[in-house]
Nanobody
Framework: QAQLVESGGGLVQSGGSLRLSCTAS????????MGWFRQAPGKNREFVSAISWSDDNTYYADSVKGRFTISRDNAKNTVYLQMNSLKPEDTAVYYC????????????????????WGQGTQVTVSS
């Protein structure tokens, strides 16, 4: 049974940066597409970014494009989300997800779900 553990959340001022990490255990990480999702209070969970399992192709929600960067280190079983120029509307619980042999674009389709989810890490951006 795979497990995803996020870290790196916290409180930051508007315009600041944070880097989230998600480390996977228990499965072959390299064959899973990895994604980040977020859920703000009173809102549905939404897609943020994903990276494919095979060619490191990446995909971003329009709201974070140009500010967030996703990357993965298969040797460390870890996926990262570098978040720059943070805005108060980025405040949410951020979740890591994994789906077997998916493309980055497919990870954005919420209805397809994910094989594994992390427990979430809180990101709060103050104005």
């Amino acid at each position: 049974q795979a497990q995803l553990v996020e870290s790196g959340g916290g409180l930051v001022q508007s315009g600041g940066s944070l880097r989230l990490s998600c480390t996977a255990s228990g499965r072959i990480f390299s064959t899973y597409a990895m994604g980040w999702f977020r859920q703000a209070p009173g809102k549905n969970r939404e897609f943020v970014s994903a990276i494919s399992w095979s060619d490191d192709n990446t995909y971003y929600a329009d709201s974070v494009k140009g500010r967030f960067t996703i990357s993965r280190d298969n040797a460390k079983n870890t996926v990262y989300l570098q978040m720059n120029s943070l805005k108060p509307e980025d405040t949410a619980v951020y979740y890591c997800a994994a789906r077997y042999m998916a493309t980055a674009q497919a990870m954005a389709v919420m209805s397809l779900g994910a094989d594994y989810w992390g427990q979430g890490t809180q990101v709060t951006v103050s104005s």
